[in-house]
């Protein structure tokens, strides 16, 4: 179900913070793009969310993403451990995604990508051996 889990960093220069996490993981991130406000960057298991900080705000509580295998199965299973859905699931450059708060209030985001980037991401570095956090 769950296929990836991000750890997410919230700052106010993606560029800036992705120098250190390039430091440290000794390559250059597997995904950029710019999505309304902010700037996101995936490089292993950290996701740089890179936006002023009213952009930022209303998101900064929340964890994640979580890549999973199917968002409508997990929007289900969700509702049935108690989460209520805070955004509804919409389209982005990446696939579907949406924000729930689970029982405990833990607020997380899911994503379901695209095939092509399920595969890239996830099933091509499987097949090598490789584990996500060294994407």
Do not use: C
Not at 28 to 48: A, M, N, S, V
Not at 81 to 102: D, E, M, N, V
Request: hydrophobic content about 45%; proline content about 5%.
């Amino acid at each position: 179900m769950i296929l990836k889990t991000y750890a997410r960093v919230f700052t106010n220069d993606a560029d800036e913070a992705l120098e250190t996490f390039q430091a440290l993981h000794g390559r250059e991130p597997h995904l950029r793009l710019r999505f309304g406000e902010w700037d996101l960057i995936g490089i292993g298991d950290t996701f740089i969310v890179g936006g002023a900080d009213a952009a930022l705000a209303p998101i900064r509580d929340s964890h994640g993403p979580w890549i999973v295998e199917d968002l409508d199965e997990a929007e289900r299973r969700l509702l049935l451990a108690g989460a209520t859905i805070t955004q509804p699931a919409a389209t982005s450059p990446t696939g579907r995604f949406l924000y729930a708060r689970h029982a405990d209030g833990l607020l997380v985001e899911y994503v379901e990508w695209t095939p092509e980037l399920v595969e890239k991401f996830i099933r091509a570095p499987q097949r090598e051996g490789l584990l996500s956090s060294q994407m």
